[in-house]
């Protein structure tokens, strides 16, 4: 199994260009996540998604939109880049299976906007 | 502990020695805790977890102990290795997808 892949690893952004972060899992797993991660802080939740077909808010949405046509990929929208959205980003997903709270994450993606 | 400015706390210790990072987390409600490690440019991975039910679990050279009453995590390391530098921080599952991750303590091991 690969586990959690997301692409590209690297991409600066002009302030106002868009672009899709991708993730893909092949574990079969319902629950898949993403995360930004800022340098001294935790990691923070933008969305999440419990399964094909449904998606919902994490802690911090703003800026950005998620999409779940299929249990693998779960990709990453950021419509109109802000200088706020510099940050690594983060996909995880874990089985949803009761009592297992494990996350495994992607490699990450390291954006940064000009 | 808690970070300032952008700085993670450090923990400096000497390849061989045991080592102890502690986590303070903020939900008397939260009822699973787990410990990841992240190495330098890569993804967070699990290293092991327990139910608000437990004090103490062991896993291969790691300890994890759970203090309720003081709201308090720690992750003990045995014979620290260097392979074991990276950042450690703990995550506390408080509610339905409610999970909360600390900031990190930055481990490095001196050979």
């Known amino acids: 199994n690969a586990g959690v892949t997301q692409t590209p690893k690297f991409r600066i952004l002009k302030i106002g260009q868009s672009m899709t972060l991708q993730c893909t899992q092949d574990?079969?797993?319902?629950?898949m996540y993403w995360y930004r991660q800022d340098p001294g802080m935790g990691l923070k939740l933008i969305y999440y998604?419990?399964?094909?077909?449904?998606?919902d808010k994490g802690e911090v949405p703003n800026g950005y939109n998620v999409s779940r046509s299929t249990t693998e990929d779960f990709p990453l929208r950021l419509e109109l880049a802000a200088p706020s959205q510099t940050s690594v980003y983060f996909c995880?997903?874990?089985?949803?299976?009761?009592?297992?709270?494990?996350?495994?994450f992607g490699p990450g993606t390291r954006l940064t906007v000009t | 502990g808690e970070s300032v400015g952008l700085h993670l706390p450090t923990l400096s210790v000497q390849e061989g020695d045991n080592s102890i990072i502690n986590c303070a987390y903020s939900?008397?409600?939260?009822?699973?805790f787990i410990w990841y490690k992240q190495e330098s440019g890569k993804g967070p991975q699990f290293i092991i977890d327990?139910?608000?039910?437990?004090d103490k679990r062991q896993g291969q050279r790691v300890t994890v102990l759970l203090n309720k009453t003081v709201k308090h995590l720690s992750l003990q390391i045995a014979a620290t290795q260097p392979g074991d530098s990276a950042v450690y921080f703990c995550?506390?599952?408080?509610?339905?997808?409610?999970?909360?991750f600390g900031i990190g303590t930055k481990l490095q091991v001196i050979p």
């Open positions: 995880a997903s874990r089985s949803g299976l009761a009592g297992l709270y494990e996350q495994y």
């Open positions: 574990m079969n797993h319902n629950y």
């Open positions: 998604s419990v399964g094909a077909g449904i998606t």
């Open positions: 939900n008397s409600a939260s009822d699973y």
């Open positions: 327990i139910r608000s039910n437990m």
């Open positions: 995550a506390e599952k408080g509610g339905y997808q409610k999970v909360t």
